[in-house]
């Protein structure tokens, strides 16, 4: 199984974008989606997740009000709607599964308890 993000792109300031993550075989709606960056020269960082179940949607401070996270109508398409893009939002985006009931909690991420990582997506806010 693969996970596959996709969506970046280059954008100006206080542009939006919209990213998706698929995967080559399974159902994302069975899992906690996890959305990560990492940009040039800093650690990863977990920016967003939705749990799967009596959804639970997790922000980090620096994109809360900005960011949101959504499925599609059959729910097997996550998407990361990017607004307000600041050029400290140039990362690679990755997405993560992790298994029903870990990884999003209403407290925050557990990033080790993402178990299926993505390619990523880079996306680059520049005038």
């Known amino acids: 199984v693969q996970l596959q993000a996709s969506g970046g792109g280059l954008v100006q300031p206080g542009g939006s974008l919209t990213l998706s993550c698929t995967a080559s075989?399974?159902?994302?709606?069975?899992?906690?989606i996890g959305w990560f960056r990492r940009a040039p020269g800093k650690q990863r960082e977990a920016v967003a997740c939705?749990?799967?179940?009596?959804?639970?949607?997790y922000y980090n401070d620096h994109v809360a009000g900005r960011f949101t996270m959504s499925r599609s109508s059959d729910k097997n398409t996550m998407f990361l709607q990017l607004n307000s893009l600041k050029p400290e939002d140039t990362a690679v985006y990755y997405c993560?599964?992790?298994?029903?009931?870990?990884?999003?909690?209403?407290?925050?991420?557990?990033?080790?308890?993402?178990?299926?990582w993505g390619q990523g997506t880079q996306v680059t806010v520049s005038s």
């Open positions: 993560a599964r992790a298994d029903a009931g870990w990884g999003c909690y209403h407290s925050g991420i557990k990033t080790d308890e993402f178990e299926l």
């Open positions: 075989e399974g159902e994302l709606r069975l899992y906690a």
């Open positions: 939705m749990s799967n179940t009596a959804p639970i949607q």
